[in-house]
């Protein structure tokens, strides 16, 4: 909203768990959920603007940031065969995977219209195999940033990696 980019106090550069980081946080209880590094948007929306979406024409952009600081971007990736099509998060997580990364710390989603775009179900629960509730997911169009919000307000009750590792037959 508005009025929690109006809170915006802290700006980088500082230090996180030995990663450098730029942006800002938001004030307020949950300050640290709300951090948003400007790599993270500009990655995003660079990113949307090479997305290969002949069929939908609809172009998202995503940029994740690791346990490192490190910013990994994607676009939506689009097929002949319809089913065939990934989305802009997938393709970010491919790249941070394959980074070395291990965490997503910050998630930022672009995409234009009316309503903002939010990660869809199957990329809610893509990034949940590599972070818990509190990441902070950021969705933004080329303009502004219209929704911040958390993995665990999207998707509540997660299935994890952490269900599996409890319930394991011996
Ligand atoms: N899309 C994404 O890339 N991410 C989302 O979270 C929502 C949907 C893409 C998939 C498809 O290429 C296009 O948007 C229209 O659904």
């Known amino acids: ?28 209880p949950s300050s640290f959920r709300f951090y948003l590094s400007p790599y993270l948007l500009i990655g995003a929306r660079d990113a949307r603007l ?27 990736i689009e097929n002949a065969a ?7 998060e997938a393709a970010a997580l491919a790249h941070l995977v394959v980074a070395g990364g291990r965490r997503v710390m910050a998630a930022v989603v672009v995409g234009e219209g009316r309503e903002a775009v939010p990660p869809c179900g199957g990329c809610r629960q ?28 999207l998707l509540p009750h997660s299935f994890g990696p952490d269900h599996l590792s409890a319930g394991r037959r011996p």
Not at 60 to 72: F, N, P
Not at 82 to 88: I, V, W
Not at 128 to 145: K, N, Q, S, T
């Open 50 to 76: 090479r997305a290969h979406a002949p069929y939908s024409h609809f172009a998202v952009g995503a940029a994740l940031m690791d346990e490192q600081g490190r910013v990994h971007a994607g676009a939506n």
């Open 126 to 153: 893509k990034l949940r195999e590599f972070a818990g509730d509190e990441l902070p997911v950021i969705v933004a169009d080329g303009r502004e940033v219209r929704l911040r919000t958390t993995l665990g307000a």
């Open 1 to 28: 909203s508005s009025l929690v980019s109006l809170c915006c106090f802290l700006r980088g550069p500082f230090c996180v768990g030995g990663a450098l980081f730029f942006g800002s946080f938001c004030s307020g």
């Open 82 to 88: 319809y089913p065939q099509g990934l989305c802009a």
